[in-house]
């Protein structure tokens, strides 16, 4: 098992209680943020494949795999990023990673959730996680998402869940989120897809039968 399999196995078993039964974390139902945080790591060695200058690697893919597990902190759950900061923290100090990467690679897991400051004078690293964590839930993953969430409402149905699409994925992937080529491209091709389930479903739900009957 190499070092990468290792930290996120560990990150995965103090998230364990978080993604089985314990806090409903993301739009109030249980959420796994262990699959979330394998998704991140996905989308961050993606977009640093593309990347045009230079990236640490290493730590960009550390923080992807600790960007989360904040959230396993039961008895403080206020500020998952800082909690998370100081996991990492302890366990790289622990196998004595370089203290000037440990900086590092912690100030980018407490920044990771400040997504305004994406058009800031930031590190690339910082960027290029902010994008892989936006990635997510996106898209058809974010249709998937409203309909789950929209779900739970004993009152639900189509013209419910198209609302909830509009209202949570539509409106999200209008906003100029992301910031380098390749995110962007993915970003639109995300949106994309979303307007064009939203557009098809709106058509199957408001077609002009009752005037073809009369």
């Not at 990347?51 to 902190?73: N, Q, R, T």
């Not at 902010?130 to 998402?145: K, N, P, R, W, Y």
């Not at 389930?197 to 709106?202: G, H, R, V």
């Amino acid at each position: 098992m190499n070092q990468y399999a290792e930290m996120f196995q560990y990150v995965k078993n103090a998230l364990s209680y978080y993604d089985t039964h314990g806090r409903k974390g993301k739009l109030k139902f249980r959420y796994n943020r262990s699959e979330h945080t394998m998704r991140v790591c996905q989308w961050a060695v993606r977009l640093a494949d593309e990347y045009p200058g230079e990236i640490d690697l290493d730590s960009l893919k550390i923080a992807a795999i600790f960007h989360d597990i904040g959230y396993s902190v039961e008895e403080d759950r206020t500020s998952h990023p800082a909690n998370g900061a100081k996991l990492c923290r302890e366990y790289l100090t622990a196998r004595n990673y370089p203290a000037a990467q440990v900086d590092f690679i912690c100030e980018l897991i407490l920044r990771h959730s400040d997504k305004e400051c994406i058009h800031d004078d930031i590190p690339a690293e910082l960027i290029l996680l902010m994008e892989a964590d936006l990635l997510d839930d996106t898209g058809a993953q974010g249709i998937v998402l409203d309909i789950w969430v929209e779900s739970r409402r004993e009152d639900a149905d189509y013209a419910s869940m198209l609302g909830h699409i509009r209202e949570y994925t539509l409106r999200t992937m209008q906003k100029d989120s992301v910031r380098t080529p390749a995110a962007k491209r993915i970003w639109a091709e995300k949106r994309a897809l979303a307007e064009s389930f939203a557009e098809s479903l709106s058509r199957d739900l408001t077609g002009d039968w009752m005037e073809k009957l009369i």
